[in-house]
């Protein structure tokens, strides 16, 4: 019976000392489990009982139930001990904590080009305007200068909506007419967004891309100002004073005279792949705002004039980054997004 003695109080003493070690919850379910469990020594020293004289029983019967209301009431409090410490904001708050590989999220190359353009305009004393994706004919076509039935209205594969009078813009042009609306002349606006055509994809064609605007409306406003702005900008974006442009004739219904700009290659000066070995890419359109578009927007085209550009926001970073396939864009391929994080 000395030996069932022993037992008794080593028994208290490691779980009392198991207990006190536990430092989380998980920790001491398993000491509970281990002594106060089914399987537990506690209740395999109970099991002994059994095996016991009559009077045996008697004295270690209830020493055992003592023993087990000791063991329980000392896990109890310790839980509660537990519970109040993994409630504290201290407890939650780790600063040590370190997780390894974890995915670090990035500004998505459309977001980083279009911060480097607006950047570049803003540093020319130009706005940032915008303007409805979703469109009507009257700002996408009738205000620039193409009426109904004129045929540049074909060239732009257009989404037409079901609802009447709407279509999804298939240029940023559209951008136009609403900085006009907005903002009395003297005007300097730079308009970023996205446009839609109706077109089949190709590596260099998109159902839906990006373009930018530029518009400047003031007094006395010469082509060699679009021309100065549009080296200027060029040079900048691709970091290059080398930078050259050409210009040739380009129609566009909504300005006149109208221009194709064309920028000598940033990545060499006898042929590339990039030029496709012609050392000229051809970047912008643009020309000299039609007296139309000015006085269908309430500006006497007497006083005032002003110029415009258009140009593919990805076919821009295209060329700067080596980017062979427009659709990537809005693949949400991670490995090619990664490249630019
Ligand atoms: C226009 O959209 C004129 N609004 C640009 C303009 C503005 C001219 C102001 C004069 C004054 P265009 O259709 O050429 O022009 O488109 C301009 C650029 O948008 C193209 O050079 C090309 O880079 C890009 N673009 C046009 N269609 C697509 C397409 N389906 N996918 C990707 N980029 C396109």
Redesign the pocket.
């Known amino acids: 019976m000395k030996n069932l003695k022993t037992k008794i109080s080593t028994i208290e003493a490691q779980c009392l000392s198991e207990l006190k070690k536990a430092r989380s919850l998980e920790s001491l379910e398993s000491v509970r489990v281990s002594y106060l469990g089914r399987n537990g020594a506690l209740t395999d020293l109970m099991s002994t009982l059994k095996t016991l004289s009559l009077d045996d029983k008697r004295t270690f019967g209830p020493a055992l139930n003592q023993l087990k209301q000791r063991l329980t009431l000392a896990y109890e409090s310790r839980k509660s001990e537990l519970e109040k410490k993994s409630n504290t904001s201290d407890a939650l708050f780790d600063v040590t904590a370190y997780k390894p590989h974890q995915m670090q999220g990035s500004l998505h190359l459309y977001t980083q080009i279009i911060e480097q353009l607006s950047s570049i305009f803003i540093s020319m004393g130009y706005t940032i305007a915008d303007g409805p994706e979703m469109e009507t004919e009257y700002y996408n076509f009738t205000t620039?200068n193409i009426p109904e039935d004129h045929p540049a209205r074909d060239?732009?594969?257009t989404f037409w909506l079901s609802q009447p009078d709407r279509l999804l813009r298939?240029?940023?042009?559209s951008v136009?007419a609403h900085g006009m609306e907005k903002t009395p002349p003297p005007l300097a606006l730079f308009a970023p967004g996205r446009?839609y055509?109706n077109?089949a994809?190709d590596a260099?064609?998109?159902?839906?891309?990006?373009?930018g605007?530029?518009?400047f409306i003031d007094k006395n406003v010469s082509m060699a100002q679009l021309l100065a702005t549009a080296q200027t900008f060029l040079q900048q974006f691709f970091g290059t004073e080398k930078l050259k442009i050409r210009v040739r004739p380009?129609y566009?219904p909504?300005?006149e005279p109208?221009?194709e700009i064309d920028g000598s290659c940033p990545f060499c000066d006898k042929g590339c792949s990039v030029c496709k070995y012609t050392t000229w890419i051809?970047?912008?359109?643009?020309?000299l705002?039609h007296p139309n578009v000015l006085r269908v927007n309430g500006i006497d085209p007497d006083q005032y004039n002003g110029?415009?550009?258009?140009?593919?926001?990805?076919?821009?970073a295209m060329i700067k980054y080596g980017i062979t396939d427009?659709r990537l864009f809005h693949s949400a391929n991670i490995p090619f997004l990664k490249q630019f994080a």
């Open positions: 620039l060239s732009h594969d298939t240029h940023t042009s136009q446009c055509r077109e994809t260099t064609h998109d159902f839906m891309f990006t373009q605007e530029g518009v380009g566009f909504f300005v109208g221009v051809e970047l912008l359109g643009a020309g705002i110029f415009a550009f258009g140009f593919g926001i990805e076919r821009l427009i």
